[in-house]
DNA sequence: TAGATTGTTAATCGATTAACAATC
DNA sequence: TAGATTGTTAATCGATTAACAATC
């Protein structure tokens, strides 16, 4: 895949978005950088590089197609190849994660959920089961799954983490408020929500 | 409120989290800005230059002092002022963020929801009453709330946005995965989910 | 053709990192 | 004092924005 900046690859979900409304509410066939500049508020250049970045031409006095760039992105960015992923926390978030219907359009599929609680183990969240933590090695080898979710409270996070250490998982998402350090080759991608919180705070208080 | 960075920003609570583990787990007096450093792994003077855009001063030869630290970055990122938020959209998502005890800690204080489901309207989650949505702009008057957190599904946005705008709401936190946009002078932080995991993806690819 | 839009080089801006003097 | 650590200036790096030629 393609190298790109990650405030690039951060904007560019965004710019599918709004390709997708331009050709569903509009049936456009032709899109500017400038018109989706707008509709972010951001510089028409930059999405201009952001794009090019990726490997897509456009067309000089026309734009971009819509239909072209809206497949060449969903392939860029991997939406149509499903993933597979595993969830560990069964609590309010990792059901609400679990039962999120947008995530498949990103080509993420959460298929199994794990936890130690022996009321919640063997009960199904819509179709998914909910699995003893036990199983979660074997299950990612005979899988081969590479992602898995983590949404067990802070508390709990060294009980599991050596478990996911200690698999075949290549990458985590991980939702508890806990800055996770592993040791070996695994990427982890903290999505702390109270950071965020404390954004929108601050900017608020200076503007 | 001082000035400080959106970057800089974002590192603040991990070194408030990692100071308030030094403190709790083993009584340090102080810790020094190469040990926070090793820690999130990021340069030790970047942790300097941050502490001091909080205006904070430390002590050369011995470090920052943890318990002055920890209480000055308290202030500064105004986790020990509660604010009062209310959360539209009572579904998984909804119920996980206002059950999640950890936001208090930062300040945060989800103190109704609401919701147009004639089913839901009059529950109580936890000690969390829901609302019909028809109420919302009465009660954000009357307890001069600033704070809302969407947690509406992407169809519903478009039924909610306006009601928000035509209230005394000053900031957004937006989980639908649509890219808000509102009129006046609202400020919003789109918390899309799916363009975080995007980013894993990326890393996960070209690593 | 003229106008609109892309693609790209150059300039700017801001954040990160390096170097080192000041300090207890 | 010597050593360790902060605070700060300077250098580097990379992302954003401006300018403009190329293109249909």
Known sequence: MKQVSIPTL???????????????????????SSKIAKELNIDDTQVRKDIAATGYVGKPKVGFDTFELRLHLEQFLGFNELKEAYLIGAGNLGVALSKFE?????????????????EKIGKKIKDKQIYCISEFQDMVRKNNVKFVIITVPATSVNDIIYVVEDSQIKAIWNFS???????????????DLATSFVTLVHLLNTN
Not at 10 to 32: C, H, V
Not at 177 to 191: A, E, G, R, T, Y
């Open 102 to 118: 947008g995530f498949r359009k990103f080509g993420l599929d959460i298929t199994a959920m794990f936890d130690n609680n022996p």
């Open 10 to 32: 951060k904007r560019l979900p965004s710019y599918y978005n709004i390709i997708s409304t331009a050709i569903m509410d509009y049936g456009e066939k032709y899109i500017s």
């Open 177 to 191: 408020p806990v800055n996770l350090k592993v040791s070996n080759d695994i990427i982890v991608l903290n999505q």
